[in-house]
């Protein structure tokens, strides 16, 4: 009889075994840590982006991205120029803190130190597969790749696209020869055409995707465009109304269409955080090879508004509120740690200077953690500081085109020099466009502005002051 009763019931449950082991397996996949996907253009100006101004250049993709998502209209780079700025988003670092300055040139002796923790690193301790399609520039030596900084795959160019003869009849920008493409760790190309590359990028980034839907993962595209030489494909060649400069911003726009397409064919929409943005302003000098910063003062190589303050649009349906403006400030240096939290990485073992700020982005608190942001240039000379709507800058020496012949058609205009002989304040709550010098009128805030960069130079340094920060580290070197 109990063998009989055993058999009726052996049925009954092995259906219900096999019922709570598939809610266990739903349950695993809704706590899957989220994807990252992080699309970096270069020298894109704030308003080169329908939502955030552009009349003249169709950006739909980006467009929705930010109704979908949300937009934040006081998110700064990490610093005004190349290399440093993606120092800066890769690391959690102020650029100076970890000895990257500038923007390194090819057969740069120098590049970001192994030691040193990324995005992808931290990343793939935690489990996920990683990969960067498009541009470097934080060391093209071997031990400086971005596979030796945590990444599995890498489809790009090393450093800037300009670092090549831009045209044989004018002569070379930078005379090292044609632009290495690299595939991993070996150059596959070498590219005198620019003009497929963002396809190319594009089809890299959506193929990783596709093979990569079943394990987290990090995807970072930092596209070589709209840097000078400008190079857009067919596909976009004269579309725009603003000329070859909103043709190539239209081609990016596509390319992050893309990327969002492969996400919704794969259902991995809801569980990825994509983040769009830029690494530092315009470069002002090419004129209608140029983006806008307005209505922000200056540009690239400058820490005035227009050479820090970027686009940025972040999406992730359910996690983050939809059609969102957030305008408390925000730095490049912040993502790394709001990443570490949203996906359970650890913290890197050495002092960053970013915060978690994902409060602010999903408008919890409309307060930073940060009491302050400190804008580095040159050197590790401090020019600039962000204090809640205030923004301060030391004396110092700067470029401007203002009054300056621009530069045409791919040419460069010269640019002229000025020195800020003494301390100014603006309040960009009432003044964005930094037009206003108050320092007068609000002495305490001056005050007060100094002591936190006292107590910045204190560790990071500032060669303006000849003061040596203690709490900097070196860069990478080979001999």
Not at 359 to 372: C, F, R
Not at 418 to 431: G, K, S, T
Request: charge should be negative.
């Amino acid at each position: 009889m109990f063998r009989y009763l055993l058999f009726l019931l052996l049925p009954i449950l092995f259906f219900s075994c096999k019922s709570e082991t598939k809610g266990k397996n739903t349950e695993t996949e809704v706590e899957r840590p989220p994807n990252i996907v992080l699309i970096f253009t270069d020298d894109q100006g704030y308003r080169d982006v329908g939502v955030f101004g552009a009349e003249d250049i169709a950006t739909p993709n980006l467009d929705q991205m930010a109704a979908d998502g949300i937009k934040l209209t006081s998110y700064y780079s990490a610093q005004a120029v190349c290399s440093a700025s993606r120092a800066g988003i890769l690391t959690g670092c102020y650029p100076n803190r970890i000895g990257i300055h500038n923007a390194m040139m090819p057969d740069s002796k120098k590049g970001l130190h192994t030691s040193e923790t990324t995005l992808a690193e931290m990343l793939k301790a935690n489990g996920y597969h990683t990969a960067i399609y498009g541009k470097w520039h934080l060391g093209d030596h071997l031990d400086f790749l971005p596979t030796k900084n945590g990444f599995d795959e890498w489809f790009g160019i090393p450093y800037s696209n300009d670092m090549w003869p831009l045209h044989p009849q004018q002569g070379p920008v930078f005379n090292f020869g044609p632009l290495p493409l690299y595939e991993n760790e070996t150059v596959i190309d070498t590219l005198t055409d620019q003009t497929q590359l963002t396809t190319q990028i594009t089809e890299h980034g959506v193929d990783f995707i596709h093979r990569n839907k079943d394990n987290p993962f990090f995807l970072y595209v930092p596209h070589p465009q709209p840097h000078v030489p400008l190079f857009v494909s067919d596909k976009f060649k004269g579309k725009s109304n603003r000329g070859l400069y909103g043709d190539v911003i239209m081609e990016i726009d596509w390319s992050v269409g893309q990327i969002l397409k492969a996400l919704r064919e794969d259902a991995l929409e809801e569980n990825t955080l994509v983040i769009f943005t830029s690494d530092n302003g315009p470069w002002l000098a090419y004129g209608n090879h140029a983006g806008s910063a307005l209505p922000y003062r200056e540009g690239k190589g400058t820490a005035w508004e227009g050479g820090q303050r970027e686009p940025f649009i972040a999406r992730w349906p359910g996690k983050l509120p939809a059609g969102k403006v957030v305008d408390v400030p925000v730095m490049a240096i912040d993502l790394l740690p709001t990443i570490a939290a949203i996906t359970d990485s650890g913290l890197p073992e050495k002092t960053i200077d970013g915060m978690n700020v994902w409060k602010v982005l999903t408008g919890e608190s409309e307060k930073s953690p940060q009491e302050a942001y400190f804008f580095y240039y040159r050197v590790n000379e401090l020019h600039g500081v962000r204090y809640g709507k205030w923004k301060l800058y030391f004396p110092h020496t700067y470029r401007t085109m203002n009054g300056q012949e621009p530069g045409k058609d791919g040419l460069p205009g010269e640019y002229r020099m000025v020195d800020l002989a003494e301390i100014e304040l603006y309040d960009l709550e009432n003044d964005e466009s930094e037009t206003k010098n108050v320092a007068e009128e609000h002495p305490k805030i001056v005050e007060k502005i100094k002591a936190l960069a006292d107590d910045m130079r204190s560790q990071l340094g500032d060669s303006l002051k000849d003061v040596e920060g203690s709490e900097t580290r070196e860069a990478g070197a080979v001999e």
